[in-house]
């Protein structure tokens, strides 16, 4: 059984960076994308980057290209969100998410995703 877990979320201003972690456990992530959502109140959820763990190759919601950084680490079963110059539209929670995919093509969609977590918050302040 696949777990996802986020944290690093909180309370930050505006221009400030913050790091969202994903402790990914219960299988070998070969083979999989993993991906960050988030979802602000009365929004859908939307993409914002995801990994592929074999490769590392990575794809970005153009709201975020060039501010946010996605990462993973094998070793230690680690997904991160490296986010910076934070605006108040980036106020949302932040979900991970996983799916199994041998096709090389981004996966921007929810429904896309099998596996999520629970959420972690992130409010900036303007």
């Known amino acids: 059984q696949v777990q996802l877990v986020e944290s690093g979320g909180g309370l930050v201003q505006a221009g400030d960076s913050l790091r969202l972690s994903c402790a990914a456990s219960g299988r070998t992530f070969s083979g999989y994308v993993v991906g960050w959502f988030r979802q602000a109140p009365g929004k859908e959820r939307q993409f914002v980057a995801s990994?592929?763990?074999?490769?590392?190759?990575?794809s970005y919601a153009g709201a975020v290209k060039g501010r946010f950084t996605i990462s993973r680490d094998n070793a230690k079963n680690m997904v991160y969100l490296q986010m910076n110059s934070l605006n108040s539209e980036d106020t949302a929670v932040y979900y991970c998410a996983a799916t199994y995919s041998p096709y090389s093509s981004p996966h921007v969609k929810p429904s896309e995703y099998t596996y999520w977590g629970q959420g972690t918050q992130v409010t900036v302040s303007s």
């Open positions: 990994v592929r763990w074999s490769t590392s190759s990575t």
